[in-house]
């Protein structure tokens, strides 16, 4: 069975500081990777994943995940940190050749000025 | 193209009432997911379809739910009777999987609001 952990509820960071929001999964065979972001009273949106190739994935706004498969992580991460950058973030796992993902409870990130 | 279409953006309806949220995938995807967001048990899949045929509903949380997908352009999610319970916020989603290594990310709608009474 497929799962992710998020262990953070919230993460807290200044503004020009780099940020990490933590992911952790769990799938049997390959897993396929994403991270969305949430705005308040909107639908989720795609940041970035990763299949397979290099470990450093580059996405949308600035972020870019790292994957490691010995630990099992796909944590997301950004040089800079905004405050629009204050949102939900959500990471999710897949496998196999379904279109299933099963997503993580999200990570408050909170930029402050 | 506009993106996934989800109607109505808001309900409040009443204990026992039948509630039907709609959704219009965007055109082309053959994956279509329903989703139910709240602050205690985070974002739950409920059901998935692919090219319209359900998959996976061992997330629907119960008889009261029901799903179809009678065409590529459209589905529903039915809930009767409703209950103060499945107040949250539901999401529909698609995406387009060409194969094992060429995976797409889940497009969503904005979601609809359901305030049950």
């Known amino acids: 069975a497929q799962s992710v952990a998020q262990p953070e509820d919230q993460v807290n960071v200044a503004e020009g500081n780099p940020l990490t929001v933590k992911c952790t999964y769990s799938?049997?065979?390959?897993?396929?990777l994403f991270w969305y972001v949430q705005y308040p009273n909107r639908g989720l949106q795609f940041l970035l994943k990763?299949?397979?190739?290099?470990?450093l994935v580059k996405g949308s706004y600035g972020f870019e995940a790292e994957f490691n498969k010995s630990q099992t992580s796909f944590h997301l991460k950004k040089p800079s940190a905004l405050v629009s950058d204050s949102a939900l973030y959500f990471c999710a796992v897949g496998s196999g050749n379904t279109g299933k993902l099963i997503f993580g409870q999200g990570t408050t990130l909170q930029v402050k000025p | 193209d506009a993106g996934v279409i989800q109607s109505p953006r808001h309900e409040v309806t009443e204990m026992g009432q039948e509630v039907t949220l709609r959704c219009k995938p965007i055109?082309?995807?053959?994956?279509l997911f329903w989703y139910r967001q709240t602050m205690m048990r985070g974002l739950e899949l409920l059901i998935y379809?692919?090219?319209?045929?359900?998959?996976?509903d061992s997330g629907m949380p119960e008889d009261r739910f029901s799903a179809k997908m009678p065409n590529a352009s459209f589905s529903t999610l039915k809930i009767q009777p409703s209950e103060p319970r499945d107040s949250a916020v539901y999401f529909c989603?698609?995406?387009?999987?060409?194969?094992?290594?060429?995976?797409?990310?889940?497009?969503f709608g904005e979601g609809s609001r359901l305030t049950v009474l």
């Open positions: 799938v049997s065979g390959n897993p396929y």
């Open positions: 990763y299949i397979t190739g290099d470990n």
């Open positions: 055109s082309g995807h053959d994956y």
């Open positions: 989603a698609s995406s387009l999987w060409t194969g094992a290594t060429n995976t797409g990310e889940l497009f």
């Open positions: 379809f692919n090219n319209n045929v359900p998959i996976d």
